[in-house]
Nanobody
Framework: QVQLVESGGGLVQAGGSLRLSCAGS????????MGWFRRAPGKEREFVAV????????RYADSVKGRFTISRDNAKNTAYLQMNSLKPEDTAVYYC?????????????????WGQGTQVTVSS
């Protein structure tokens, strides 16, 4: 399995931006679909964004569409989540996940490798 480590979380005011990174090790991420999920306090983990192994066909949750952008750099074995116009309701622990093969799944059960998560807190 590939190991994933997220970074880039922190405290930001509403309207601000953060860029999360997800670095892979142990295996190349180039053949993996990469997803971002988040868990807010008291809520279940939810889908945020997904990108295919080639970088195409990104999909987003309706709640982040137009504000978040998922991308990847296979040469750096890293995936990213650019988050703009952040809102207090975006406060959560953000996780990246890898799924072997193609298919932009939004189901966390379809992902076999997970990072430890990074905290994002948006103040009003």
């Amino acid at each position: 399995q590939v190991q994933l480590v997220e970074s880039g979380g922190g405290l930001v005011q509403a309207g601000g931006s953060l860029r999360l990174s997800c670095a892979g090790s142990g295996r190349t991420l180039s053949t993996y679909t990469m997803g971002w999920f988040r868990r807010a306090p008291g809520k279940e983990r939810e889908f945020v964004a997904v990108i295919s192994w080639s970088g195409g066909m990104p999909r987003y949750a309706d709640s982040v569409k137009g504000r978040f952008t998922i991308s990847r750099d296979n040469a750096k074995n890293t995936a990213y989540l650019q988050m703009n116009s952040l809102k207090p309701e975006d406060t959560a622990v953000y996780y990246c996940a890898a799924r072997s093969g193609s298919g932009g799944s939004t189901r966390d059960a379809d992902y076999g490798s997970w990072g430890q998560g990074t905290q994002v807190t948006v103040s009003s």
